[in-house]
């Protein structure tokens, strides 16, 4: 694990540790957490948010998890839904909405692998379109 003093993050990272390997790294003014490489969660000012998707949508819906906002002056949501406090408290429950985000973020992570794979499409030369130039101190 990096070098964090934020013993929330500590905690709420050593909770998800039966996932697998939980990295955490500084971002959003937060931190972000990988688990074997795959961003799936957030905890920003003491508030821990999981990766959702379609799937999860529901079931983060009727938890009542609200969207993480960015902290900047717009308003702007990321896919990462608030999870509730008393979670951190309630490992069982914790580590089945963990493992719901995990499927999230791997889910994400296919899509943008597929996406990246795609041939990109470049502009098409046409040959009879070159441009001449004339040689110099030859008027014409």
């Known amino acids: 694990m990096a070098s964090v003093d934020n013993e929330f993050v500590l905690t709420f990272a050593e909770i998800l540790g039966p996932l697998g390997a939980i990295r955490i790294k500084r971002m959003f003014g937060g931190f972000g957490l990988y688990c074997d490489g795959v961003f799936f969660a957030i905890v920003a000012d003491d508030v821990a948010y999981l990766k959702g998707d379609e799937q999860t949508r529901k079931a983060y819906d009727d938890m009542g998890m609200a ?10 949501t990321l896919s990462y839904f608030e999870v509730p406090g008393e979670w951190i408290e309630d490992g069982d429950q914790l580590m089945a909405f963990a493992h719901m985000a995990l499927g999230a973020a791997h889910r994400a992570r296919a899509i943008k692998d597929a996406r990246d794979k795609r041939p990109r ?15 110099a101190g030859k008027g014409g």
Request: no cysteine; hydrophobic share 25%.
């Open 121 to 135: 499409k470049t502009a098409k030369r046409n040959p009879s379109n070159k441009s001449t130039v004339k040689p």
């Open 67 to 76: 969207p993480f906002v960015v902290p900047s002056g717009r308003a702007q």
